[in-house]
């Protein structure tokens, strides 16, 4: 069905949400990483990717 996710790329998307939670609780309690930002930003890219290829 077009424009729905399967069973990874919805797991991925709970794996990026809940990687913000950590990194922004984690930037609260004991400051900015940079490499904790980059690292949830190149995994929001992955998981952006495969839903968008997904969704083709």
């Known amino acids: 069905m ?7 790329a ?3 998307g709970v794996l990026t949400v809940g990687g913000l939670v950590v990194v922004t ?4 309690a004991l400051g900015s ?3 904790l930002w980059f690292g949830w930003v ?3 890219l992955i ?5 968008v290829t997904r969704g083709t």
């Open 2 to 8: 077009p424009g729905s996710t399967d069973g990874s």
């Open 10 to 12: 919805r797991t991925m």
């Open 25 to 28: 609780a984690y930037t609260v």
């Open 33 to 35: 990483n940079g490499w």
């Open 42 to 44: 190149v995994l929001g």
């Open 47 to 51: 998981t952006l990717g495969l839903i």
